[in-house]
């Protein structure tokens, strides 16, 4: 074996410990649990679930309108989606453009709707809706959500249905 002079023993060492670095390194990152954001303040999930199913069924009984019914929570995101059988896919996305917009602009997409300028400024973006149907969901005054119908013909009468079965209840979760 040639001699240089030096050992080559420190340098291998000194290899060895910066190959392992990066795998020490993912091994803690994969072991780190990443850091839980809190969960916006809501609605009750099962309260949320029995104002879709009664929407649902004011809408049917309202001349069998198959109607979508999405609930966002207080940063709008989305909590509950329930379709009615034979919901179209426009009514589902829908009910969830006009939750996110009664939201974002604090009132009813009904009263929304009736701003003609404002209305057209809303359609400007595709994941708003300004039609009625969005109504918002509060507990002592704070708004906690908001709940959105799509795809019927009497869409904000069927979302007041629905909230004003569970107003007396709701509760800020989260």
Do not use: W
Not at 104 to 127: F, G, P, R, V
């Amino acid at each position: 074996m040639q001699s240089f002079g030096f050992s080559l023993r420190p340098l291998a060492l000194v290899v060895a410990g910066l190959l392992l670095v990066p795998v020490t390194q993912a091994q803690q990152a994969a072991t780190t649990p990443p850091v839980r954001q809190p969960a916006a303040p809501g609605p009750a999930t099962d309260l949320v679930l029995e104002a879709a199913q009664i929407a649902i069924n004011a809408c049917k009984a309202d001349g069998g309108q198959r109607i979508a019914v999405s609930v966002v929570d207080s940063k709008g995101v989305l909590k509950l989606l329930l379709a009615a059988d034979g919901a179209s896919p426009r009514g589902v996305s829908s009910s969830t453009a006009k939750a996110i917009t009664a939201l974002k602009y604090q009132q009813a997409t009904q009263q929304l709707h009736q701003d003609k300028n404002l209305a057209a400024e809303i359609a400007k973006d595709s994941n708003l809706n300004a039609r009625p149907g969005g109504v918002l969901l509060q507990a002592n005054g704070e708004i906690i959500g908001a709940l959105g119908i799509g795809g019927g013909k009497t869409d904000h009468a069927c979302a007041e249905a629905g909230v004003a079965a569970i107003q007396g209840r709701l509760k800020k979760v989260g």
